[in-house]
């Protein structure tokens, strides 16, 4: 089954100027935990996570411990959460950005899903332009 | 492609009652249970995208939305294969209510919310979306009531952008925000009169004021003007003439109002956008609000059914051009 077939027509998405607070917001009102970036044509510049905005708000010697008992409990994410809350996603998204087109197949988005882990992937036009995304749960219901 | 904007959606719960019993002593109570009750996506942009959808045309949806409400729009727009592009916002959208009565379901009873007030930074949010969807625009939609501090030249401002970005625009709307944007030129226009029967100023008690108000309206800037003139039929007028389109159903057998005007127009649209003559448009168009009228369900766009309608419709040149 083509890609065209499964995904979802949604067109949700967020520019990189986008304010870290505003899209917070739209994580928590869209019910997804993953938002497409755009550019001012459309085109697919990027890609960001709540989990992204989560290692944001972690210091950053984090990833070099082996757990955060060993960071002193200073309310630490509160500040760094409140701190970064006007800037631009642009600062934490990813660039490197997993996606598919209408034309790719159920196997080529379950092994993107797979492989690297990913919750959403934005579907693309020829022109890179955004025309749906495909969610694990998209593959499985229309699968069934 | 078509872009249906629906700045005030809602999400439309229906009842079906036996009977319905109004207590007209304190200490009496009485109990009106529902025999079915439904839940779907509405507003007349989210109404006509869905019939488009139904009849196999591609249309993105766009407008604001919010709250667990918005969440049941967006859901049901995309289990029905509608494209969505939302600006989510922090009011809750609306929920409006009809009741069916066993009998008298051609009378229904309508209770709509106002809505919720949308920030300015969600409407330039929207206009950004709104002007990169032009660039894809064939024809778009602007359709229903507007939250409740929404600038009522906002469809004009919207008719315009299209305008200028080469698409053709249908409007659906009532009031001081219709009057507006008529200016843009829009292709096609549909007046809201349900909560208020008049029209730039005139009351529509007649067939020849219906008229006149329709041929105001095309010499203000319109293309062709569709103004409903009972239940089982409407009045359209353009530059070059005057028809009356009417079907032989009695209104008796009408069974659900909800969505028949906006599914008139989608039929309407439906045939511009494959370049059918005025009177094919017209006559698929009555045909597509009778079949939903006479169907249990919200929307009824089966082609088959709306083929089967278009054999009891008439229409009929009644009058000349503007001059």
Redesign the interface.
């Known amino acids: 089954m083509n890609i065209r077939e499964i995904m979802?027509?949604?067109?949700?998405a967020v520019?990189d100027d986008t304010p870290v607070k505003e899209l917070i917001?739209?994580f928590e009102?869209?019910?997804t935990p993953d938002m497409p970036v755009i550019n001012?044509?459309?085109r697919l510049i990027g890609f960001i996570s709540e989990k992204d905005l989560i290692r944001a708000a972690l210091p950053g010697y984090f990833e070099m411990l082996h757990s955060a008992s060993f960071i002193p409990d200073m309310n630490q994410m509160s500040r760094k959460l409140v701190k970064i809350a006007e800037e631009p996603i642009s600062k934490y998204m990813r660039k490197d950005v997993v996606f598919v087109t209408e034309d790719d197949d159920d196997l080529r988005a379950a092994e993107l899903v797979i492989r690297k882990g990913v919750k959403i992937l934005p579907v693309v036009d020829k022109e890179r332009r955004l025309?749906?995304r495909v969610r694990r749960i998209d593959l499985l219901r229309k699968l069934l | 492609m078509i872009v249906t904007v629906t700045l005030n959606p809602a999400v439309d719960r229906i009842y079906w009652v036996d009977s319905l019993r109004m207590c007209e002593v304190v200490e009496e109570e009485y109990l009106t249970r529902a025999t079915r009750s439904a839940t779907c996506a509405g507003g007349k942009g989210v109404n006509m995208s869905i019939l488009l959808a139904q009849l196999g045309v591609e249309s993105?949806a766009m407008g604001f939305i919010?709250?667990f409400a918005?969440?049941t729009v967006?859901g049901d727009l995309?289990d029905k294969?509608?494209?969505?592009?939302?600006v989510?916002t922090?009011g809750e959208t609306r929920t409006n209510v009809t009741v069916l009565e066993k009998g008298r379901a051609y009378v229904p009873i309508f209770i709509d919310e106002a809505g919720s007030p949308v920030e300015e930074r969600d409407v330039e949010r929207f206009m950004?979306r709104y002007q990169?969807m032009l660039e894809r625009a064939t024809w778009v939609v602007l359709a229903g009531s507007l939250p409740p501090n929404m600038d009522p030249g906002i469809y004009y401002d919207l008719a315009r952008r299209a305008r200028e970005a080469g698409a053709r625009v249908v409007l659906s709307a009532g009031g001081e925000a219709l009057e507006r944007a008529l200016e843009a030129g829009p292709a096609v226009v549909k007046p809201d009169t349900r909560a208020d029967r008049r029209l730039l100023g005139g009351d529509l008690d007649s067939r020849d004021a219906v008229i006149a108000a329709g041929r105001e309206m095309v010499s203000r800037g319109a293309g062709i003007v569709l103004i409903s003139h009972d239940i089982t039929g409407d009045i359209a007028v353009t530059r070059d003439g005057v028809w009356e389109i009417q079907t032989s159903v009695k209104v008796s057998d009408l069974r659900n109002l909800i969505g028949a005007d906006d599914a008139l127009l989608a039929g309407v649209l439906y045939q511009l956008d494959r370049e059918a003559t005025l009177e094919d448009a017209l006559r698929f168009g009555l045909a597509a609000g009778i079949a939903t009228a006479e169907s249990d369900l919200k929307l009824c766009g089966d082609p088959q059914q709306i083929r089967a309608e278009m054999e009891r419709i008439t229409v009929k040149q009644i009058g000349g051009g503007v001059q």
């Open positions: 979802t027509k949604d067109l949700t520019e917001f739209i009102s869209a019910e001012d044509d459309g025309v749906g | 993105v919010g709250g918005g969440r967006v995309r294969g509608v494209t969505t592009h939302f989510w922090r950004k990169r």
